[in-house]
């Protein structure tokens, strides 16, 4: 049997080369020479299990590292907003918001009674 062959049975084995050749990402004529040069076990005849296997790894490890690092940032938040809270001056909010609501008042439309349709002019003899 030879090279071309064993390359045929091989790829039938793997479904996902034909997937990269359709979507225009490689030939089928690059695939031969790199097995033919490098064998079946090259890093481009995977399926991607291997790296996907490797991501999800990283992205819990990433997770617990993130949800360590919020769990301070939330807790360092919420400090500082009770800090906030407690240095408020509670009078010159109300002075505040007396002069925003004489400002706005400035701005208000006077308020002018509804209008009454007047009654048809009519003359003596109608």
Known sequence: MNKLD????FVK?????AYKVHSGL??????YEIYDVYGPNHDIFDDGTKNLE??????????????EANAGTWREGFTSILKALQDIDIDK??????????????????????????????????
Do not use: C, G
């Open 6 to 9: 064993s390359f045929k049975r």
């Open 13 to 17: 084995t793997k479904p996902h080369l």
């Open 26 to 31: 490689t030939t089928w004529q690059k695939l």
């Open 54 to 67: 490797r991501e999800v790894r990283n992205a819990e490890v990433n997770l617990n590292t993130n949800e």
């Open 93 to 126: 909010l109300s002075d505040n918001l007396n002069s925003l609501k004489n400002i706005f008042s400035i701005f208000e439309r006077p308020r002018t009674p509804p209008v009454t349709p007047k009654r048809p002019y009519r003359r003596f003899e109608d």
